[in-house]
């Protein structure tokens, strides 16, 4: 299945480019709109649109991070690596922790490294009260919700830095140009233009990035696996979701949603994922997840892995 995914695993740099370069450009546009126009509905559009420009964005930056596109690009790496600081995953936290998810997707043991804890019902129920709510709050709809603080500020920032301060002093640096970035604006116009310019385009953004994240490996139907019986090939295209998402979504998501073809193989540019699964029978039956509210309910009630009944259930058992 890798084999046949290879043909698809090659960039187009100029095609690249104009990806990166007009992505960026129109967020620069939506943010200069926060800061500029007068009309408040207006300005307000222009914040949520920045909020889906920097997602849209933040996946190219994921791609480039793979090696899926640019790879050999010195000015792409530069250019990547303050967009990582500035969306606050710098690049020496992300690539370490990403990967890892790539190398341990679904299993139960050593997957919670860059991605949400799991659990089996048996060993949820053996925890005291404490570790249990802190196991659920890292996967509650609250968490997910507000990910800008937990998942981007805390969990990829200053978590990191505390942790290893050598190895991820960006997180700092990402953490103290965030602040920086916040009060610059209060000073010199008002907190109405630090909602629309800088908070609520991260809230949009990394609530969807932290949902989509969460649901396309957290699913009706999602597989996990001991350590022993886990295959590279099988955790993506079991344990990894294809999100169907109307086509103005995925323009935005930067075709995310073909995460089990991602998963297969990383070096897939996002640009070439529907084409390798028109192209390749074998990827045309994945499991699917929905952006609507009763997926999106559906996906969050997951809480443990029932192991006798090999499905992901709520903590009660259904």
Not at 138 to 147: D, E, N, Q, W, Y
Not at 183 to 191: G, S, T
Not at 206 to 212: F, P, Q, R, V
Not at 220 to 243: C, H, I, K, Q
């Amino acid at each position: 299945m890798i084999q046949a995914t290879k043909p698809f695993a090659f960039d187009d740099p100029a095609k690249s480019w104009w990806f990166v370069l007009s992505t960026a450009a129109l967020l620069a546009g939506s943010l200069a709109g926060t800061l500029l126009l007068v009309n408040p509905a207006a300005r307000l559009a222009s914040s949520v649109l920045a909020g889906l420009l920097t997602l849209r964005l933040f996946v190219i930056y994921h791609d480039q991070q793979h090696h899926a596109i640019l790879d050999r690009s010195r000015l792409a790496e530069g250019f990547m690596w303050v967009f990582g600081v500035w969306a606050l995953s710098p690049s020496s936290i992300w690539r370490s922790s990403h990967n890892h998810h790539h190398n341990h997707n679904s299993k139960l043991r050593g997957s919670h490294i860059g991605s949400f804890p799991i659990m089996t019902r048996e060993a949820f129920t053996k925890l005291p009260r404490v570790a249990r709510a802190k196991y659920l709050f890292m996967r509650h709809p609250f968490t997910l919700l507000f990910g800008y603080v937990f998942i981007f500020l805390f969990g990829m920032c200053l978590n990191p830095f505390i942790n290893s301060p050598r190895k991820h002093w960006d997180g700092l640096l990402a953490l103290v140009l965030h602040i920086a970035v916040g009060f610059a604006l209060v000073h010199w116009r008002d907190w109405t233009t630090l909602f629309l310019a800088q908070t609520l385009p991260s809230l949009i953004v990394y609530a969807l990035g932290s949902y989509l994240f969460y649901a396309q490996h957290n699913f009706p139907g999602v597989a996990f696996r001991d350590n022993s019986g886990w295959t590279y090939e099988s955790a993506a295209l079991e344990s990894s979701s294809f999100m169907k998402l109307n086509p103005v979504m995925a323009w935005f998501t930067a075709n995310i949603g073909y995460h089990h073809i991602h998963h297969l193989n990383s070096k897939i540019p996002f640009y070439r994922l529907p084409e390798a699964m028109s192209e390749i029978p074998e990827l045309q039956s994945p499991k699917i997840t929905l952006l609507n509210p009763v997926e999106v309910y559906r996906c969050l009630r997951l809480k443990v892995w029932d192991v006798s009944r090999q499905v992901m259930t709520g903590t009660r058992g259904h």
